[in-house]
């Protein structure tokens, strides 16, 4: 036992510096203003002005020093509908990226572990190598092809010098000679979704080709059809991977702001991209830290949920497949 | 930008087997030409420990903290202001600086540190209109332009609140330094209803978007103005005629440095003639220093639009002063205007 401890600590120590430490200077700068000095002028028979400060010194400088107090006016200021509204708009393309992702990634995953599919790991191995690169590289390649000076945009051109009857029914559409693909919410969505997609994949293909594949060979036997059996075994027993996927596309989408700027062109911001002018441009870290600190709240409230549903299925599971 | 360039020269050990004084330099990215540094250690036996920042802010986070010492930085103009207003500078002792003669008399006494006590002045430029001339009807010179609806969805904003809704302020015929509530929603009312004509708000992304043809117009800094200039003909700057602001990053001396003398050295180098000429052929912003561009050829310097704007316009520009608790008011319109949807 003693051992283990001691095997323990370099994990503690790393928890404490990286994690407790930090999470505690967020929660400390949330509920803290950083305020000018109060002080008091008092100008003298000859006109010559001075200073008194609280705590009754007087100087002839205009006091500059500030002094952090503990506040919840960041509070108030974090309930304002300017900053709600732009929490609403991040849960709301974080939820779609999510069901995108879901309803993709699925039967991405479902496809891979088929009994007839071959070489599933080398589609496994395409489908994670993008992501070997930074994502910065693979959102600035989305702009360059979605831009309007882009790729696609270059090609539609080229296709209607070609043929008449393509530039008459896209004129006739009402389409001008350069379609704005990127600066939109749904531009921000589609480098979300590809961006997470494999992070939805991987969850779902671990767990469903961890299922006992016998399980389904005796629901066949039993008289099950396909979708039956699909239905019965493999969804129930490929939940945890789902609500993994979940967690995993939902929580990074819900908090970037890289992605809603460049894809997005500043015009669709959303939450973290606030966030990170608090602690740039404006250099206000403590209202940067209680709107985090909100995050982290409606973060945590969403695992919880899903743990819910994730305890609530088991029983139900095992009784299913009995 | 984001390349990190710390570089001590260890060079000068070869030079001066003796302890070596050293200087450390804390600059932006990208804002000098290194070799000027190897010849400051090789001239004067002084080794440098060059490091750099993204921005005034992560500088000041730095110095403020008193974490780590410097001997010579480069803020910009509102933030010596700040700097010097919170006991941070050192007064330049100007005996020391004989260079500083080169320096051009119409921008050594800016209300930044208008003595000039803490400060002096590296580069400077201003903020103004870059558009793509086939794009363009007639070359614009007025920040009308950025609320015609001609270019609807042809141009681009800076995603940035103390720029844009400086430029917002002298549109509505205020002072850029304006913290009057009254005048700042004339601002925010003018910039939501450009909202409909703006391609996008961008920061770094101006200069591939520009290049590329992206957009018509773009709100941008004199120095990405340039970039991009040399990168594409069909590009042309403008400070519209209204006025604009000015911006000047200085060299100054942190009053915690450890080797002032050293920094002053530094500072004297870095305004000789032939080393802020071979910086400004390295940087590509605007420079002060009158005898560096008699070394350049004046005529070559001045036909950049970049480095010459009319005297007249010049005139009417107004450096950044710092906002204090104000800025919080700049982010909350910001927000106010961009969450607008």
């Known amino acids: 036992m003693k051992k283990n401890r001691v095997l323990s600590v370099p994990f503690g120590l790393w928890a404490a510096i990286f994690i407790v430490i930090p999470l505690l200077l967020v929660v400390w700068y949330g509920v803290t203003v950083e305020e000018p000095v109060a002080y008091e002028e008092i100008v003298s028979a000859d006109g010559t002005v001075s200073y008194r400060l609280e705590n009754g010194s007087v100087t002839d400088e205009k006091p500059w020093q500030k002094k952090v107090t503990v506040s919840f006016s960041n509070f108030r200021r974090m309930v304002e509908p300017t900053y709600l509204k732009l929490l609403i708009r991040s849960l709301k393309v974080a939820f779609i990226t999510t069901l995108i992702c879901l309803l993709l990634g699925y039967p991405v995953a479902l496809i891979l572990t088929g009994k007839d599919f071959k070489h599933p790991s080398l589609w496994l191995m395409l489908i994670i190598l993008p992501m070997w690169m930074n994502f910065l590289l693979r959102t600035y390649s989305w702009m360059s092809i979605l831009e309007n000076s882009g790729i696609l945009n270059s090609w539609i051109a080229a296709l209607r010098d070609k043929i008449p009857a393509f530039d008459g029914w896209l004129t006739s559409l009402g389409v001008g000679k350069k379609i704005i693909f990127l600066y939109n919410e749904k531009a921000v969505i589609l480098g979300m979704v590809y961006n997470y997609l494999s992070f939805m994949i991987m969850p779902i293909y671990t767990v469903i080709e961890k299922t006992d594949k016998s399980l389904l060979e005796a629901a066949s036997d039993l008289g099950a059809s396909p979708v039956q059996s699909f239905l019965r075994v493999t969804l129930p027993y490929s939940l945890p991977g789902v609500l993994e996927g979940i967690t995993m596309v939902f929580v990074p989408a819900v908090t970037t702001f890289v992605i809603s700027q460049l894809m997005g062109g500043g015009k669709v911001p959303l939450i973290g991209d606030i966030i990170q002018n608090q602690f740039g441009k404006s250099s206000d870290w403590h209202f940067g830290s209680t709107l985090s600190l909100l995050v982290m709240v409606v973060v945590l409230a969403f695992m919880r949920g899903l743990n819910r549903i994730d305890k609530d299925d088991e029983p139900e599971k095992e009784v299913r497949i009995l | ?341």
């Open chain 2, 1 to 341: 930008m984001k390349r990190i360039l710390t570089i001590a020269l260890f060079l000068s050990l070869l030079v001066s087997a003796a302890a070596a004084e050293t200087i450390s330099v804390y600059n932006w990215g990208d804002y000098i030409d290194v070799d000027t540094l190897s010849q400051f250690t090789a001239e004067t036996g002084i080794d440098v420990i060059y490091e750099v920042y993204e921005t005034n802010e992560d500088m000041y986070a730095k110095i403020a903290n008193g974490g780590s010492s410097y001997d010579v930085i480069f803020p910009s103009d509102y933030m010596v202001e700040r700097m010097a207003g919170e006991h941070l500078l050192h007064p330049i002792n100007w005996e020391n600086i004989p260079n500083a003669a080169n320096i051009d008399e119409r921008f050594m006494h800016e209300s930044y540190d208008p003595e000039p006590t803490y400060s002096v002045p590296y580069t400077w430029g201003t903020m103004g209109i870059l558009y793509n001339t086939t794009m363009v009807d007639e070359a614009p010179d007025s920040w009308q332009t950025l609320l015609d609806p001609e270019y609807a969805m042809d141009m681009l904003m800076l995603n940035s609140p103390r720029d844009t809704l400086g430029i917002a302020l002298v549109m509505a015929g205020h002072s850029l330094n304006s913290t009057d509530p009254k005048d700042l929603e004339d601002a925010k009312q003018l910039l939501i209803e450009q909202k409909p004509l703006v391609l996008a708000y961008v920061v770094d992304e101006v200069k591939d978007k520009m290049i590329g043809g992206e957009a018509a117009v773009a709100l941008v800094w004199s120095g990405d103005a340039t970039f991009c200039m040399d990168e594409s003909d069909e590009l042309d700057y403008v400070v519209p005629k209204e006025g604009s602001n000015i911006f000047f990053d200085t060299m100054c001396i942190p009053a915690n440095a450890k080797n002032v003398s050293g920094a002053e050295k530094f500072i004297d180098f870095m305004c000789r003639a032939d080393i802020a000429a071979k910086n400004y052929e390295y940087v590509g912003y605007a420079i002060p220093n009158r005898a560096a561009i008699e070394v350049l050829g004046e005529e070559e310097y001045n036909a950049s639009p970049v480095n010459n704007p009319p005297q007249e316009v010049l005139d009417k520009c107004e450096v950044f002063h710092y906002l204090g608790d104000d800025t919080k008011l700049y982010d909350q319109i910001w927000t106010e205007i961009i969450s607008e949807f």
